[in-house]
């Protein structure tokens, strides 16, 4: 079955850098773009990077334009987020996204998430 493991997360000061990876499974991994996505608590999910299936395609919310980048590596199954420059507004759950088409019906499939918290 498809899963997507998040990892990566954690405290960070102000200006720090966190480097979020997702493992994929159970899909063909380079067939599918990928995004990543964040909440708040009481706030509704927002899309924060997306990347094409053979990473030819990116683009980022404006918030985080210049300070972070998304990648992957279709050898290994996975997706990375590179955040940099970060400020205590980027404290949020980030979730990695793989819209995955099976049987001709498009599935939306979720990581478990993984915490990151900037704060001094």
């Known amino acids: 079955q498809v899963q997507l493991v998040e990892s990566g997360g954690g405290l960070v000061q102000p200006g720090g850098s966190l480097r979020l990876s997702c493992e994929a499974s159970g899909f063909t991994f380079s067939n599918v773009a990928m995004t990543w996505n964040r909440q708040v608590p009481g706030q509704e999910r927002e899309l924060v990077a997306a990347?094409?299936?053979?990473?030819?395609?990116?683009n980022y919310v404006d918030s985080v334009k210049g300070r972070f980048t998304i990648s992957r590596d279709n050898s290994k199954n996975v997706v990375y987020l590179q955040m940099n420059s970060l400020k205590v507004e980027d404290t949020a759950v980030y979730y990695c996204n793989a819209p995955v088409w099976i049987g001709g019906r498009l599935y939306d499939y979720w990581g478990q998430g993984t915490q990151v918290t900037v704060s001094s």
């Open positions: 990347i094409s299936a053979l990473g030819d395609h990116i």
